[in-house]
């Protein structure tokens, strides 16, 4: 992309979004138009200051001209008014009136939507630029699975309903293709929209018997608390009066001392050092020294985003390469909905907080967030006892519902 951090590339790139009818990708384009255009206002204030959070592109000695003033002040003009109409466009009619009160704030909105409740909506489909190992699950990841599920009694395979069975009867006849390698003609799910990938048992499985431990290092808490392992959840045991070895402070993260300009610690706590070390490679050692404080307040399935995105930026991964997410059941054809908090600035933040150039990195771009988003919420399993909810994404589940392409 040429001039990524000039606002009128993201405005034409919104234009061209629209024309085209990808409508909720016109919102993330037009917001980024808005916030490198008020950035370079920003600067017009604090003279010799980076251009742009975190962005680095551009340094002044000496303040813009008041031609240059003005001219910034039309673009923040032109680059909120597309925003509005995009907002419009997907039905967003409470953000794009709030953008109306309120040209000047810092954040450009402040409320969540609430599912239907002043939100917008689209309908996910595949966009045509998207690889084939984006938009289903590959045969290389098939194959994968199957590779770990060789000492089990289980296998990923395809399953296909031939006849419909009579009204009343319950005599499903379903045969399974248990053959997902590469040399079979149409093995890819993507090939497939006649059968449905699933988990099977190979044998009989006796009552009680376990067949399938499925690990996953993606879940989240809604209220994490100082007592919860930040890794696998579970309540901490009490620290000893004596401070042993084996207290809490045995286990407290062993990252970063302080957060940035404060003398707080990182306040992540872990069960052992298996889940200590287990999050340290998984995504906090791009998180920690990071102030995340504002993450506790986000919906659990946010916090999951947060940890997948968080993932990608530690790993150097495409966020639809995450290992758990090539695993998820992709759901197109479907109604999601939208709004500028929850589906374009939220995630923004994220990335922004863990360095991310959104401007430039297009492993991030809008598309991607959107897909990744649907898929967490298409595959994630949760419980809520004594209000504690919890939630993960994990593999097996996404092998077990029946919610497939
Ligand atoms: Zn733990
Ligand atoms: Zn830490």
Redesign the pocket.
Known sequence: MKLPYHPRTWLDRTEALRQRGYLELAVGDAYKAVKLAKSILSVSRRHGANIGYGMGFCILSQGLSPRAINHAQELVKEALDLLRQCLVDVDCYSDAHQLLQSDDMERLTTHRACQDAGAGSYVLRRYYWMDNEHFSRSKDVLTQVNEELRSTPCKVGFSKIPTTPEAGSNNWEVSIDWDTSESVHGSTENSRPDAMLGLFATRDIREGETILVDKTDVSAKRVLCDTDCHHCLIDLPKPSAEGSENSLDSIL????PYLPGTRRR???VYCSTTCQSAA?DSH?SI???KDFTWAQGLMISDKILLQVLAYCVQHGCHPLDHPTVTRLTPQYGVKRYVSLFDTIEEPIEMLLELGVDIFVDQRFDTWVLIMLKARIDNNKWGKNTNDKEMAAVRSDNSWLQNLAY
């Open positions: 993260c062993s990252g970063s990182c306040s992540a340290r906090h998180m920690c020294g």
